[in-house]
């Protein structure tokens, strides 16, 4: 028999006999007890699974707020589940996203804009009370894993340059007070611009006068078990090539091998321009020495429209791009330097931003308008239901025409008290008590509730009264679940949420542990009366 001091499980209450304890998701220890062999190594088995699907390489989405008619939070939350958006970046720490982030497990970058980061790299006090105020006050319902200091500040704000790694330090310092350091990781955002050189990427390195900086900044993002955030963007490398750069090669394009790009050095070969610049940043880092410091692409896509000069900002061209690399990123194809070790990467953008400055194009990055309708339908078949925005498929659950007017009250009744629909919308002055029928209010209520259930298979029946359909019900302010509009009722359900998690631990890690406790309760309890 072996004594178990330690356990790796997440809390489960029938096993309480194991007074098993966790804390925001590290190991405690347990009560000493004798624990059959077997056990242990079922117990070890789980543990090495559940560090391995954290791992996995994701594609998430950056969130920008210039629009002249942003969405509410929480109609910006509901485009993400229906999307399964599980990563986000967030260009500040806007308290209404945060608190509409709350219980949903999605992982949250949360920024430091630029403007704020001249206070915080003089004043460690004011770093503190930024976490404070923006971090601590929504952790862990709120699942923020990173926080980026500035965007871009080397080349978009450079006499902020002096007090980068300061705001760095500072900013980690508060979270290791906080004990909040191993959970959520502290880097900052630089353009791919300052990569010199960067073909062949062996030969790349950072644009030496910037080495006072990226030489201090490396070693902390080494020292704190962070990482490298590059925004890479072909598009740009595509439009400024003059030429150079085939557009198959920008798309990621299947090309013919004697149409790849080879690194002479390394006779490593490149079809697409995204992989040859993440490359470049490893060999980069490796040029000063550092050698172990992942890459997450923090921006990229590729806009679809533009103005005259940029013919190749296209709805179409945009499609290409971001469907190939959800496809590259999530199929862990890698890199030519690193095969079969994907790049996390997150999209530039959820929305179109109407109100950027600049060209056409920089008002056209989104995957979505204001409204949560997709700009093009994206190309993912073999991909997994993240982004699946095609929202032509979208079901709703409808009255029956001709049903039984007693059966009808009966289900809205239902829905309305048991099954715990909020129907407030259909009091008399309110979004949804037009038209003022009962077979109006209980479409609202039935498809409200088949919803709330994520549409489970029998939840929209109502003892025959209710029927799927494609059609969507909604009718001038009165947007239904489904719908996704900018002010959907669906907000208001208060059936919890399945994709629901309080713990700071990334989603995927608790599905895998709660699908495995489920039969390791058995083989627990069955080896320890053995």
């Known amino acids: 028999m072996i004594s178990l001091s330690r356990f790796c499980l997440l809390l489960y209450p029938t096993f309480s006999l194991l007074e098993i304890l966790f804390f925001k998701g590290e190991i405690c220890t347990a009560s000493a007890m004798a624990v059959p062999p077997l056990v242990l190594l079922l117990f070890s088995v789980a543990c090495a699974s559940i560090v391995t699907s954290g791992q996995d390489p994701f594609i998430g989405v950056n969130i920008g707020t210039d629009l002249s008619d942003m969405p509410h939070p929480t109609q910006v939350v509901a485009l993400l589940k229906a999307q399964n958006i599980r990563h986000i970046r967030l260009y500040n720490s806007d308290r209404g ?14 920024s430091v804009p630029n403007e704020q980061l001249l206070g915080i790299g003089q004043s460690n006090s004011t770093a503190a009370n930024w976490v404070s105020q923006n971090v601590i006050a929504h952790y862990p319902a709120t699942n923020i894993t990173g926080i980026s200091v500035g965007s871009e500040v080397l080349t978009a704000l450079p006499n902020a340059a002096p007090v980068l790694v300061n705001a760095l330090k500072f900013i980690h310092s508060a979270l290791v007070a906080s004990n909040l350091d191993r959970q959520i990781k502290v880097s900052t955002p630089l353009s791919s611009s300052i990569i010199l050189d960067s073909f062949p ?27 490298l955030m590059v925004n890479v963007y072909p598009y740009y490398d595509y439009m400024q090539s003059n030429g150079v750069i085939p557009l198959d090669y920008a798309l990621f394009k299947p090309l013919p091998s004697n149409k790849e790009a080879v690194d002479a050095n390394t006779l490593l070969h490149y079809s697409n321009v995204f992989d040859a610049t993440v490359d470049a940043a490893y060999f980069a880092m490796a040029f000063l020495n550092f050698t172990n410091i992942p890459v997450v692409v923090t921006e990229t896509g590729w806009p679809s429209k533009g103005d005259s000069n940029e013919p190749d900002a296209t709805l179409d061209n945009a499609n290409t791009y971001n469907s190939n690399l959800i496809r590259h990123v999530l199929n862990k194809t890698g890199t030519p330097k690193h095969p079969g070790i994907a790049v996390s990467t997150y999209i530039y953008e959820l929305y179109n931003e109407d109100t950027k400055v600049g060209p056409l194009s920089e008002k056209n990055w989104g995957l979505f308008d204001a409204s949560g309708r ?20 979208q079901t709703y659950c409808t009255a029956k025409e001709g049903a039984d007017p007693k059966m009808l009250q009966a289900g809205l009744d239902w829905a309305c008290g048991v099954g715990k629909v909020d129907c407030s919308p259909l009091l008399q002055g309110e979004s949804c008590y037009e038209p003022d029928t009962l077979s109006a209010h209980a ?3 039935f498809d409200t509730y088949y919803h709330q259930m994520r549409k489970a298979v029998g939840t929209c029946d109502f ?18 679940s489904g719908s996704l509009g900018r002010n959907a009722t669906s907000a208001n359900v208060t059936a919890p949420s399945m994709n629901s998690t309080a713990s700071g631990s990334p989603a995927g890690n608790y599905y895998t542990s709660m699908s495995f406790l489920l039969w390791m309760k058995v083989l627990v309890w069955s080896a320890l009366f053995l």
């Open 97 to 110: 996203m945060l608190v509409a982030l709350a219980n949903t497990g999605i992982q949250v970058i949360v």
């Open 201 to 227: 990427p062996s030969q790349a390195f950072f644009n030496k006068s910037l080495n006072p900086v990226l030489v201090p900044m490396l070693n902390f993002l080494q020292s704190t078990g962070s990482y």
């Open 374 to 393: 997709p700009i093009y339908i994206l190309h993912l078949t073999g991909s997994g239901s993240i982004l699946a925005n095609d929202t032509t498929n």
């Open 443 to 445: 479409t609202y209520a």
């Open 463 to 480: 003892n025959g009264v209710a029927a799927i359909t494609t059609t969507d019900p909604s009718h001038g302010s009165c947007i239904f």
